[in-house]
């Protein structure tokens, strides 16, 4: 294999971006006029591998189908299997066998889908690149550039490797995928200072990162995984996977019931045997009750649920990676959030106007020019004032930013902030095309700060200017008003002054536009054409918050989340748009700061009145590390590369379908595909109702489970013969009590879930007072389940064994059809929900009834479940002992309400007193 230059194979990456381009060329061995030859770039595309990232958490398709089977409830499930099949009851080992086999499909299915939908929505890295070989320029797959290349980028290039520039024009870049920064980043081939971050690295691209206007030739110095690309997708893949509190919870849920059934069928059996039972009489005892404590039908029911969880959340733009994601951020206490496009549009609009003759704002939003202006709340017509057109016509003509209707929206190209001004001019009905023809230009720069165009009029030049008003500023001799041309007196510079400073602390960008007229016959030097400038306003322009995102905030402060703002924009600009969409903030700790805050300043800092700025990916992952130290449940967003480590170590990592880079993608649990904060709201709201409705059918099936312990225990002290078979209790956690779980997981979302405060992330699915709840109605059900099969025992004598036991079989599914409706509202009456409200509940109810009709009269299914037809009055019998188990309940539910009305009833009347 050939070597790669010494310089590259040092472990401490060079500071490019110090050292002079000489320098640069002689440690990477190539020529910066030339370039590589082809024979030297393929010895180092040998050495150095193609210039691609590994995938960052991307799983195959058999690593999705494995992960389904991790479970403590399928290997319990897999052992229930093995047991039934050595017991030589094939029907009970198939039966069980294929729930395995459906809960494992169901929830590769739906992840497999989620990964199909989101390779749909990655947005690849450019294929091509122009590079200069042997001193010819050709277009090369992205793939081939090795350290050494000469590459050259124009406006809208997305750079495919990191790069040193050797020259640059007018060169502006989009680095907010990689730094955090929305502003545009001015590029030069200057060197900078070796210790500077790499947000100020101005002789840099990065790969990745975007071409907004200029063009530029650079030397490649890094491709791959060692890019600044690359070694923060690495510190991504060092981050290892956390195991979600839900897949946690019915782990420990699965490995106690499995203890249970243990002990009760062992003991059970040993106490049989001493008090002189069959040996097989009891171990087909102890199987019945091992069987009878472990609900097979949860994995199926909870992989169902999460599935048609996931398909809702789609529908409100947000797409699953795992199933259980949602219910974990349902309980997410915190979330934090970057800004742009996330709480914003991102698309910079301009919202106020400096103008001598009095100060304006505008309405509308983003890019579409749909809007007017208006002065104190009053709509102004632009007509009647020259001051305005004359502003906005400068703005539109210093421009290279384009604005255009694509489809159902406007879409821009080139500079945000650019595009904004355009925008500004289109709602007073200007255009470009009525201009005169360009004949000069001093482009920005980030040392000039500033961009003149010349345009040849009929009879003279005009210099249109905009750029920093602190630059321009000194450089006014005149003001231009409603009057015209004037002199300009220390008043208006000081008004002008006050403007931009007052919009710059309110987070707005600043621009203030200018213009002189020139003698077309005058040979003017550049410094003198921007001279003697008359003033013509100051435009602030910001980045605005979405419309639905300050309800949004409002809505996760009700639910008791945190919501904590981390961007790489600049401190003002944050602290702005927080105070815009109503976050309670008072300060902004920079990137720097933060670095010299130990871990207790920092925990200090995460109390919701601080918004972070000029953040680097090391330090958002800190910002997660210290919140899940402090027991939060952390949700983050982001869309960065730079976003990537966060989003892995994050309780759950949300990542933006539309801005989202691939390694953000790959590193979240969940993508938003609108990119915005509302419809992460939506997808709290599902994960919250999602574990309700988990927690509502855990504890329904429990308590039909215990309902069949008490009936089969009960029994045996009383020395009765076998009350269940294994086969009939398999049917009931199968079939019936399967079934009507699903429904009970498709309840509707209950009207306070956004009310409440998250729930504690160690909270059992099953605690106390849920535990009680169904211990008692579980007893209810297993000792009427009993007194039905002694009392058609006794009435049939010896030879009702059949009909006893078809009984209690059908009446133990009737008890729990009944006892399903009390775990529709856990805090309330049925008719708090509605009782009607659950359409897909009443079919299953209705359907596994009408099953259980045909177990009881249809000749295949009696001989396999063991039973025989009975008659109306047997049925009768059942309903009316099947009734209180719901009827009880519920009149104990609107008794708790009723105090509780009363009980706020006498504190109102106390505090009016």
């Known amino acids: 294999m050939a070597d790669a230059p010494a310089t590259l194979r040092t472990p401490e990456t060079p500071p490019w971006h110090g050292y002079e381009i000489p320098r640069v060329a002689a440690l990477l061995d190539s020529d910066p006029r030339a370039g590589l030859s082809d024979a030297e770039a393929g010895r180092r595309l040998e050495a150095w591998g193609a210039n691609r990232l590994t995938a960052v ?7 999705l189908l494995v992960r389904q089977f991790m479970s403590s409830f399928t290997v319990i499930l897999f052992l229930a299997a093995a047991l039934s099949a050595a017991l030589g009851e094939v029907v009970d080992a198939v039966a069980i066998a294929a729930i395995l086999v459906l809960n494992g499909a169901l929830g590769w299915l739906q992840e497999w889908r989620a990964e199909r939908a989101l390779a749909a929505l990655r947005r690849l890295l450019r294929p091509t690149a122009t590079v200069v070989r042997s001193g010819h320029t050709k277009t090369l797959s992205s793939e081939a550039l090795v350290p050494g290349d000469l590459i050259r980028v124009e406006t809208g290039d997305r750079v495919a490797a990191d790069a040193r520039l050797l020259e640059a ?83 420990r849920l699965a490995r106690r019931l499995g203890a249970v059934s243990i002990v009760i069928a062992g003991t059970i059996g040993l106490v049989g045997l001493a008090l002189g039972r ?55 206490t915190v979330i934090c959030t970057d800004k742009t496009g996330t709480l914003t549009e991102s698309e910079m609009t301009v919202r106020e106007l400096w103008l001598p003759g009095g100060e304006l704002s505008t309405t509308g939003s983003g890019y579409d020019p749909a809007g007017h202006f208006e002065r104190d709340g009053q ?8 001051d305005l ?98 002199r300009a007196d220390p008043a208006v510079l000081a008004a002008a002054r006050g403007a931009y400073e007052r919009m710059a602390e309110r987070g707005l960008r600043t621009l203030l536009l200018a213009r002189r007229h020139l003698d077309p016959d005058a040979e003017l030097r550049p410094d003198e054409i921007e001279a003697d400038l008359s003033l013509l306003g100051v435009l602030g322009i910001l980045d605005p918050p979405r419309p639905e995102v ?157 309902g069949e312990v008490t009936a089969i225990l009960a029994n045996l002290v009383i020395g009765g013969p076998l009350i269940l078979l294994p086969i009939q209790i398999l049917w009931m956690n199968l079939v019936t009590d399967g079934a009507t779980a699903l429904g009970l997981g498709l309840e509707p ?19 106390r007072s849920g535990l ?63 009782v009607f409200s659950n359409r897909w509940l009443l079919l299953a109810w209705t359907g596994t009834v009408a099953i259980q009709i045909l177990a009881v009269y249809y000749p295949p299914l009696q001989r396999i479940l063991g039973t025989t037809s009975l008659a109306l009055v047997d049925w009768l019998h059942m309903v009316v002992v099947a009734l209180p188990v719901f009827l009880v309940p519920e009149a104990i539910k609107w008794l708790l309400r009723l105090r509780n009305r009363t009980d706020r009833g006498l504190v109102t009347a106390t505090q009016g007193a």
């Not at 958490?57 to 690593?63: D, E, I, K, Q, Y």
């Not at 001015?186 to 790499?198: D, F, I, L, R, Y």
């Not at 008003?481 to 004037?486: H, N």
């Not at 009310?755 to 992330?761: G, I």
């Open 57 to 63: 958490g991307r799983p195959s398709s058999a690593t």
């Open 169 to 251: 024009t007018s060169l502006r870049t989009d680095e907010a995928s990689l730094t955090g920064e929305s502003a545009p980043v001015s590029k030069s081939s200057a060197a900078v200072p070796e210790s500077a971050p790499p947000a100020e690295r101005g002789p840099i691209l990065w790969m990745g990162t975007t071409v907004l206007e200029g063009r530029g030739l650079a030397m490649v110095v890094a491709t791959g995984m060692q890019t600044e690309f690359g070694r923060i997708a690495h510190l991504t893949q060092a981050i290892g996977t956390e195991e979600t509190p839900l897949a946690r919870k019915l782990d």
């Open 278 to 332: 069959e040996p097989l009489e009891m171990f087909m005892t102890g199987v019945s009750l091992a069987v009878a404590v472990v609900p097979e039908g949860l994995p199926a029911v909870v992989t169902i649920t999460l599935a048609l969880g996931a398909r809702a959340m789609a529908t409100r733009r947000a797409l699953l990676r795992r199933l259980p994601a949602a219910e974990t951020l349902g309980e997410a």
């Open 379 to 386: 709509r102004v017509d632009y007509r009647s004032r020259p």
């Open 389 to 486: 057109l004359a502003t906005l016509e400068t703005g539109l003509l210093c421009n290279h930013a384009r604005v255009e209707h694509e489809g159902d929206r406007w879409i821009a190209q080139g500079d945000a902030t650019e595009a904004a001004v355009v925008v500004a001019a289109y709602k007073a009905w200007l255009s470009v095309e009525a201009a005169g023809a360009p004949v000069a230009e001093l482009p920005f720069s980030s040392e000039r700060k500033r961009m003149t165009v010349v345009e040849r009029r009929a009879d003279r030049l005009v210099a249109h200017v905009k750029g920093a008003p602190e630059v321009l500023l000194p450089k006014i001799t005149h003001v231009f008003d409603e009057g015209g041309d004037r």
């Open 550 to 706: 300050p309800d949004a905030v409002a809505l996760a402060r009700n639910a008791g989340v945190s919501v904590i703002m981390i961007t790489g924009d600049a401190p003002p600009t944050a602290l702005a748009i927080a105070k815009r969409i109503g976050l309670p903030v008072d300060r902004a700790i920079t990137g720097a700061e933060l670095e010299k805050l130990d871990d207790e300043g920092l925990i200090a800092a995460l109390d919701g009145r601080t918004v972070f700025a000029r953040t680097m990916p090391e330090q958002k992952l800190r910002i997660v590390s210290a919140l899940q130290a402090e027991g939060h449940v952390v949700g983050m967003t982001g869309d960065g590369v730079n976003d990537a480590p966060a989003l892995k170590k994050a309780d759950i990592g949300i990542a933006m379908g539309i801005r989202g880079t691939d390694v953000a993608k790959d590193a979240s649990d969940i993508v938003i595909s609108d990119d915005n904060f509302a419809s992460i709201l939506s997808a709290v709201e599902e994960g919250r109702r999602q574990f309700d409705n988990i927690r509502k059918f855990v504890r329904y099936l429990l308590s039909s489970n215990v």
């Open 749 to 767: 979302v209950e009207p306070d879930v956004m009310r409440r405060p998250p729930r504690d992330p160690t909270e059992p699915i099953v605690d």
């Open 772 to 834: 009680y709840t169904l211990l008692a109605l579980g007893l209810y059900i297993g000792l009427a389940t009993l007194w039905l099969f002694q009392h058609y025992q006794t009435s049939h004598g010896p030879e009702g064994l059949l009909v006893a036991q078809t009984v209690a079989f059908t009446g133990i599914i009737l008890l729990e059809k009944m006892n399903v409706f009390n775990f529709r509202c856990l805090r309330g009456p049925l008719t708090e929900v509605g």
